[in-house]
């Protein structure tokens, strides 16, 4: 985490440096064109828009199994919970300005407090007697195990894909890097506080197929705690598909991205079909394969390693490489192919996870 951490406020600096060499950027092929043409462009289209297209997958499911927890009680099946999220969904996916959902967002981070200071709660008060004693060091059964773990805290320290959606909307861009930081401390410090306190009671025991929030003792609190994470997984789930549809018409027909030509009625008919699109798909999918922690390692391991680091790296090189200080010059030319390399380790250790699981 500590690793991720100090990554995500790198590529917050590498991110900056694209968007100052290329002020009329607004999606991330923009920076693939001016550093590499046609072939940087590609590299983005292969990884950081196919992490782009997947990613309202993780967000269903994720709300889904919250939404589960909420009603568990009336035993709400995974099916009803997908359709339930696919309707709220249809309604908030029509609010197009980045502004807007972000401003919608504190509504989710308050819901995401909420839940932590509640689930950090019951685990202070859990009797540890009931679990086996906690490992300094649990070693994982098998290789692939651990990959896809780490893949999983890749994706909690991703969302570079979505990057471009917050700059080009910032008064200043200059500022995004301090951004990245304020973020990027309070996401690890609940991270690193939660999963200590988690693990320190839970110890061996702990159930890695499932969220924390759904292993803890049922009560009226799990509930609304459920109901927080919930709030906040559909909200970020909003933003993420927002992203999607903004991208899907950049591609498909960019004029209708234009300021004058959004509010116009083949505008909106385009945001609205796209966006409808996305959460069709992503329930779909979330319906078929809902296996939370590889769904989301597969989906870490195809984009968001390349998204973070890997493309930004080439593309800084191959426009102001020769401006940049010889240790970081070389950290780059290092950290490509390493991320190039934990990336292939991820995707085949995480998809053959997959095909074992649909296949059991």
């Not at 086996?132 to 290789?143: F, G, I, M, N, S």
């Not at 839970?202 to 709030?231: C, H, R, Y």
Request: glycine share 8%.
């Amino acid at each position: 985490m500590a690793l991720c951490c100090a990554g995500t406020l790198y590529s917050g600096r590498l991110f900056t440096l694209l968007t100052l060499q290329v002020p009329s950027a607004s999606v991330f092929d923009d920076f693939g064109g001016a550093a590499m043409g046609r072939l940087g462009r590609r590299l983005v289209y292969f990884t950081v828009y196919l992490t782009i297209f997947t990613e309202p997958i993780v967000f269903h499911l994720t709300s889904m199994e919250s939404l589960q927890q909420v009603f568990y009680q009336q035993g709400l099946s995974q099916r009803l919970a997908a359709f339930i999220v696919m309707a709220i969904m249809v309604p908030l996916s029509q609010v197009r300005g980045i502004e807007d959902v972000s401003f919608c967002s504190v509504i989710g981070i308050a819901g995401m407090v909420l839940a932590l200071v509640i689930a950090a709660a019951k685990l202070f008060l859990l009797r540890v007697g009931d679990y086996q004693p906690t490992q300094w060091l649990r070693k994982p059964e098998d290789l692939r195990g651990m990959l896809i773990g780490v893949m999983d805290i890749v994706f909690t320290y991703g969302g570079q894909v979505n990057w471009m959606r917050y700059i080009i909307s910032m008064r200043t861009p200059s500022k995004f890097p301090a951004a990245v930081a304020a973020v990027s401390a309070v996401m690890t410090t609940a991270y690193v506080g939660i999963g200590a306190i988690g693990y320190r009671q839970l110890g061996a025991s702990f159930d890695l197929e499932k969220p924390m929030t759904s292993i803890l003792p049922q009560d009226a609190w799990t509930v609304v705690m459920n109901a927080g994470l919930f709030a906040h997984c559909i909200l970020a789930y909003q933003i993420n598909l927002n992203v999607w549809t903004h991208l899907i018409i950049h591609l498909a027909a960019p004029a209708l991205n234009e300021p004058e030509r959004q509010g116009s009625a083949k505008g909106r008919g385009a945001w609205a079909v796209v966006s409808l699109a996305g959460i069709a798909i992503a329930c779909t999918v979330a319906v078929t394969f809902p296996f939370f922690s590889t769904v989301t390692a597969v989906i870490a391991a195809l984009g968001d390693l390349a998204g973070a680091y890997s493309l930004p790296a080439l593309f800084v090189l191959a426009m102001v490489g020769s401006r940049l200080m010889r240790v970081e010059r070389w950290f780059l030319y290092a950290l490509i192919p390493l991320t190039l390399a934990l990336s292939v380790a991820g995707v085949y250790s995480s998809v053959r996870e997959l095909i074992d699981q649909v296949s059991a």
